[in-house]
């Protein structure tokens, strides 16, 4: 064997680890903006887990940003609106600010109202598990769609209607300008153990859904409205990587079956026409980066064996 092509084979040996361990050991999330101003998105990694890096950014209108998380990662992101900095240099946010101070929460999460979406990656059975979440109440529509992936319940999910404007009064937080810019969960507005299914109502037996929460469901179907809804709010991919759209184009649609559901008794009731019609062409259309990268594996291989 001469020296130039054992050479080629220890390059390309080199390479393919490199190729196996992106496909492997990491998820890619990309981050877009369709809001119609900047929104600054904070990460909050769980308890006992690195830190996913930068911890909050800003996201211009029509942005897009991609961070890389490596398995077994969890945490959660959000976004936070009508942010600035005082003469001193201090960030605040109206909704979601995490309380730093600076441009990143450094380890500190959203304070409600927040539109949360949650991962944690390479759980039980090797799957992610992943949801949208307006238990802490809501201050932007989220839509959460993996790409490629696997799973019978690998699909995409969110709550891609704006619920500031139809937000019932006593749940209604309004921004300096009189207009509504969060919805409180009724936990957040009540603080009853009823509404915060704690205490006595600490379990899912005793915990049931209210009108408030009844609400929020009839809205956004697939997303959490209360602690313990989770049988139609839980999705799981297996190598999966996500597209997390903030303020996702929305249409005014007949809904699908799945997603019928039995009117609130809440007044003045959501809006729940508007679906997002581009959330099936996300987790289906076009082939995922690790993908290419599974088959760059393959073809490396192939030369590997010619080496050997």
Known sequence: MSKFFLSMCFLILAI??????????????TFTNKCDKTIWPGILSNAGIAPLQPTGFALQKGESKVLTA????????WGRTHCSQDPTGKFTCTTGDCG???????????????????????????????DVSL??????????????????????????????????????V?????????CKSACEAFGS????????????????????SQAFKSACPRAYSYAYDDKTSTFT???????????????????????????????????NGMVYEGADAMESGGVP????????????????????
Not at 23 to 28: G, L
Request: hydrophobic fraction near 35%; charge should be negative.
């Open 16 to 29: 393919s680890q490199f190729f196996i361990q992106g496909v492997v050991s990491s998820t890619t999330f």
């Open 237 to 271: 991919c297996n190598g999966a990587d996500y597209v997390v759209t903030f303020c996702p184009q929305v249409t005014t649609s007949k809904k699908s079956t799945e997603e019928q559901q039995t009117p609130s008794t809440v007044k003045p009731e959501f809006n």
């Open 135 to 172: 238990v802490d109440g809501y201050n932007l529509p989220i839509l959460v769609a993996p790409t490629g992936g696997s799973g019978r319940n690998c699909t995409y999910t969110g709550c891609m209607v704006d619920l500031n404007g139809a937000c019932p009064n006593a749940l209604r």
């Open 193 to 212: 153990e009823e509404y915060c299914c704690s205490g006595a109502y600490g379990t899912p037996d005793v915990c049931k859904p209210s009108d408030y």
């Open 100 to 130: 730093s101070g600076i441009l990143e929460c450094a380890g500190a999460g959203a304070t409600p109202p927040a539109t949360l979406a949650e991962f944690t990656l390479d759980g039980d059975g090797g799957m992610d598990f992943f």
């Open 70 to 77: 490596p398995s077994s990662w969890g945490g959660r992101f």
């Open 174 to 182: 309004v921004g300096d300008g009189g207009e509504g810019v969060a």
């Open 289 to 308: 980066l690790r993908y290419t990268y599974i088959h760059a594996v393959v073809a490396m291989v192939v030369m590997l064996v010619a080496c050997l």
